[in-house]
């Protein structure tokens, strides 16, 4: 009777916190939408210049000439994995790749936020098309003879027929062209994507150790955190919603901006200015204004 009655309790709970996740799930999704609505053209755009950035890679496997391997201190620093070990370097890469798609969606499932997945993707995606179009200059302005095992001399993947069609350029050869290509070599694509999404997490995510090891696994060079840097202070601020500020979804038009400057200088004019506890004392942590006694409450709320 006691393990029926503990069944009973354990099925309640199950149940009662599904419908708690369900809610949240539509919530958000519902917020997300309205965001989306508001941001698709950012979005696409990206999304198209992904296919770009491929076409661009194919269009330089065209002209590469494989040669001699060229020095590079990182050839003295690491050893070589060879042939039979390069999944190595392709699995930390996709172990970084989707450990970050899965926490720009966290959101959707706990409590504690602080993005929006929507405007989270829409700064990452400004941040992958600049430093492509700079890789795609380089790597047409420099070509160098490729060292990976499929690029050297002798190997029939090092140099490409001529295309019988434009077709046959424009299709890119997916998925084997993307992991095949031969003198797109600086700057790498691989490490534009991780320091792009380190350097992401770096500023909204608050789990110090996955930080760490984010920088460890992708500790890399100036290009992409110089654009990631100058474009993040271009960009308009995302709204924090660590601090329960759900209902700030969109930064304000011009139009709103103006009526709301309008009626705080009307209520100053009158006399009136609002809740006493407006006038708090604050804390600034990392760039952002916090309520003392809530600075704390939010970092740890945090995911």
Known sequence: MEL??????????????????????????????????????????????????????????????????????????????????????????????????????????????????????????????????????????TQLPGPNYHCREGSKLARLPR????????????????????????????????LVFVRTYQKYGTKRWIKQLGLANSLAWYTVNLVVFFIDKKLPEMPDRSNGGASLLLPLSTKDRDGRTKEENHKLINGNIGDPLDWRPRTQMNGKIMEDGHADTAMNNGV
Request: hydrophobic share 50%; net charge positive; proline share 4%.
């Open 4 to 141: 029926v009655s503990d069944w009973k309790k354990m099925s309640l709970y199950i149940g009662r916190e599904a419908s708690k996740l369900w809610k949240r799930i539509c919530a958000e999704t519902s917020k997300e939408i309205q965001l989306l609505a508001e941001n698709w053209m950012y979005i696409l755009a990206g999304l198209i210049f992904q296919y770009v950035h491929g076409l661009a890679a194919r269009g330089v496997h065209y002209l590469h000439q494989p040669g001699p391997i060229l020095q590079d201190a990182g050839f003295f620093l690491l050893p070589e994995l060879g042939p039979d070990r390069g999944y190595i370097s392709e699995n930390v890469f996709s172990f970084i790749f989707f450990s970050f798609l899965l926490w720009t969606f966290h959101p959707f499932i706990l409590k504690s936020k602080k993005i929006y997945t929507v405007l989270v993707w829409c700064r990452v995606l400004a941040f992958l098309v600049a430093s492509q179009f700079l890789r795609i200059i380089t790597f047409y302005s």
């Open 163 to 194: 295309p019988e069609s434009a077709l046959e350029v424009l299709l890119i050869n997916f998925p084997r062209g993307i992991f095949y290509g031969c003198g797109d070599l600086i700057f790498s694509s691989h490490m534009i994507f991780s």
